[in-house]
Nanobody, 124 residues
């Protein structure tokens, strides 16, 4: 069993930066992937980025590639999402999730555990 807690959301101006954190309690397997998803207002949840816990291999949605960076700190059981050059369309509730037997992809279906989410609002 894995519990996830996101933090770091808030209000930021367009062009600004934020770093989200996802702290996990419980063991994350080397085969696991930790992903970030987001749900904009009135829209479906969508994939943002993911990282394989063991190797650190990353995967990004086209809409954030080059602006967002996912990383992990094994000693702290934490995954980060560094977001730069933020746009109003990045406004969403951001969730982290764990897939115990990760293969790169964009669907939320394989993910086994989810956090409660953190709000990110990009507005002037």
């Amino acid at each position: 069993q894995v519990s996830l807690v996101e933090s770091g959301g808030g209000l930021v101006q367009p062009g600004g930066s934020l770093r989200l954190s996802c702290e996990a309690s419980g063991r994350i397997l080397s085969s696991s992937g930790v992903g970030w998803f987001r749900q904009p207002p009135g829209k479906q949840r969508e994939f943002v980025a993911a990282i394989r816990w063991g190797s650190g291999t990353t995967n990004y949605a086209a809409s954030v590639k080059g602006r967002f960076t996912i990383s992990r700190e094994k000693a702290k059981n934490t995954v980060y999402l560094q977001m730069t050059s933020l746009k109003p369309e990045d406004t969403a509730v951001y969730y982290c999730a764990v897939d115990n037997y990760y293969t790169p992809g964009y669907s939320e279906e394989p993910y086994d555990y989810w956090g409660q989410g953190t709000q990110v609002t990009v507005s002037s």
